[in-house]
């Protein structure tokens, strides 16, 4: 089975520029979520999605951040425009169901760098 | 609000030496809890879960007791190996809504 796919892995960027990353999640889990690791922190959530419609995004900010999720399987987070705080491992999770017992699956995260 | 919070690191250790990383938590009502590893230069993967007070997770020799009266989920291994190294997340969840809240992590090092 194929896991939870991410990309790019590594993106280094200029405050105030915009970026993109993306997540495939695995075939027939219909909870995604995206979550934010700063260094030497765990890993906060930014939004949660049940199939194409957003459950939780009490924690985005989003005065610059948006994300989406067409068709309830992939999905984009964008960042406009970036700030130095914004440096972070962007993490991309997905589950079966959004019942809290289910595991979640985690992909290998996008490292993004402001400068 | 929701929170968990557990040790501080970095922890070395001797390979074959007993492992124990606290973790505690605060939230209203039952959650889930959970212990994931990073290893390095790898995503966040489950190590083990308990869903329910008095159950127990396991796995890989790991285990972690869900005690309700303390709010506590500790993981221990009685004998570690190098190959545990990695970074330890301590997480919950609650029932409606699968959202993870973690802890702050502790790295392990485990030495030769």
């Known amino acids: 089975e194929a896991g939870v796919a991410q990309s790019p892995r590594y993106k280094i960027i200029e405050k105030r520029q915009s970026v993109a990353f993306w997540c495939n999640p695995i075939?027939?889990?219909?909870?995604l979520y995206w979550y934010q690791q700063i260094l030497g922190q765990g890993p906060k959530l930014l939004i949660q999605?049940?199939?194409?419609?957003?459950?939780?995004d009490s924690q985005l900010p989003k005065d610059r951040f948006s994300a989406e999720r067409l068709k309830g399987v992939d999905s984009t987070l964008k960042i406009q425009p970036a700030k130095l705080e914004d440096s972070a491992v962007y993490l991309c999770?997905?589950?079966?169901?959004?019942?809290?017992?289910?595991?979640?699956?985690f992909g290998p995260g996008t490292r993004l760098t402001v400068t | 609000g929701n929170s968990v919070t557990q040790m501080e690191g970095p922890v070395t250790l001797s390979e074959e030496a007993f492992l124990t990383i606290n973790c505690t938590y605060t939230?209203?009502?039952?959650?889930?809890l959970f212990w994931y590893v990073q290893y390095p230069g790898e995503g966040l993967q489950l190590l083990l879960k308990?869903?329910?007070?008095?159950d127990k997770g396991s796995n890989k020799g790991f285990e972690a007791t869900y005690r309700k009266e303390t709010t506590s989920f500790h993981l221990e291994k009685g004998s570690v190996q190098v190959s545990d190294s990695a970074v330890y997340f301590c997480?919950?969840?609650?029932?409606?809504?699968?959202?993870?809240?973690f802890g702050k992590g502790t790295k392990l090092s485990v030495k030769p």
């Open positions: 999770a997905s589950s079966l169901s959004d019942e809290g017992a289910y595991e979640q699956y």
């Open positions: 075939s027939g889990h219909a909870t």
């Open positions: 999605f049940q199939n194409n419609g957003v459950v939780d």
């Open positions: 939230a209203t009502g039952y959650p889930s």
């Open positions: 308990a869903t329910k007070a008095d």
């Open positions: 997480a919950l969840s609650k029932g409606s809504q699968g959202n993870l809240i």
